[in-house]
């Protein structure tokens, strides 16, 4: 069991430097499944079961996928002619995300720590009939303003994709074929009656 | 496992992720990811503490935090497709024409 811990602790932290320094996209993506895959090995070793494999279906299954999507969507050519950073830029992200983790560090510390014990997973009583117990009942409310936060963001996305009378304009963001324009074009090619067994002369 | 491993580990994630979101200012789909990794240590803390005191509601709170990072996820990317249509460009710094 300990060297388990150790094991997707370790190959997590890795992983998400991975997600980080990569150049490539479609690798950091990869280790992004990486990620998730080991922290689902981490929620089973502490006895949330439930929780890791929520975390492969969602996670792994449609919010990666979308990554990868949207990827193929875009040049990568363009993400690889991005410009460097700086090394000052460089130095302040890496000393900012350093004060960010010893203040962290230390309010955990403070506040005692020692205080928590992983409990036995034999012990602990979490399953998935009292998670919907209470999802049900006492947080009702949360779980329907839940929803109501899934519809919102579907109707935001769709709005913002769709076609509408004054984005037609905008042939940049929209490009839609106009069948009458086309059929009624002049000068390259014309659509004409010919009558039978005479032709068409071309002038 | 250890008893403070889990949170050191979570912390560790969280600051990795801020790093990202800071280094990685010319690239926004390692943005919207590392805003992901983020959240998913959120999530960690949730469970750790739930699974530390037998008490269901972490898992609650990491299951709605789930969802917002699902809704969170599905408007930037939208975002960022109209922004790349546009400006053929996925550079954050060059996100000034409101400036004026």
């Known amino acids: 069991m300990n060297f388990f811990s150790y094991f997707f602790s370790s190959f997590l932290v890795v992983s998400t430097i991975l997600v980080v320094l990569c150049s490539n996209p479609v690798r950091s993506v990869l280790s992004l499944v990486l990620v998730f895959i080991n922290v689902a090995g981490v929620f089973i070793i502490i006895g949330a079961d439930f929780m890791s494999m929520i975390l492969l279906i969602i996670y792994v299954g449609a919010v990666v996928i979308l990554f990868l999507f949207i990827i193929m969507m875009i040049d990568l050519n363009i993400l690889f002619r991005l410009r460097d950073l700086s090394v000052k830029d460089g130095m302040t992200s890496v000393f900012l995300s350093t004060l960010l983790f010893s203040n962290l560090f230390i309010v955990f510390s403070i506040i005692g720590v020692k205080d928590i014990k992983i409990l036995d997973p034999k012990v602990i009583t979490l399953n998935i009939h009292t998670l919907s117990n209470s999802l049900y009942s006492k947080y009702i409310i949360h779980f329907e303003l839940f929803g109501l936060l899934l519809l919102l963001a579907m109707v935001a996305v769709v709005s913002l994709n769709v076609n509408n009378k004054s984005s037609q304009n905008n042939t940049l963001l929209h490009k839609k074929q106009s069948v009458y324009s086309q059929i009624t074009r002049k000068g390259i090619a014309e659509i004409k009656k010919v009558p039978s067994r005479t032709g068409v002369k071309y002038e | ?100």
């Open chain 2, 1 to 100: 496992m250890s008893k403070s491993l889990l949170l050191i580990i979570s912390n560790i994630i969280f600051s990795i992720g801020f790093f990202g979101v800071l280094i990685n200012r010319r690239n926004m789909i390692k943005i919207i990811m590392s805003i992901e990794m983020m959240l998913l240590s959120s999530t960690i803390n949730f469970v750790l503490s739930s699974c530390a005191m037998n008490d269901i509601t972490g898992w609650v709170m990491s299951l709605i935090i789930l969802g917002v990072a699902a809704c969170e996820l599905a408007i930037g990317l939208s975002l960022l497709i109209i922004y790349f249509k546009i400006t053929k460009n996925l550079d954050i710094e060059y996100m000034n024409d409101l400036k004026g």
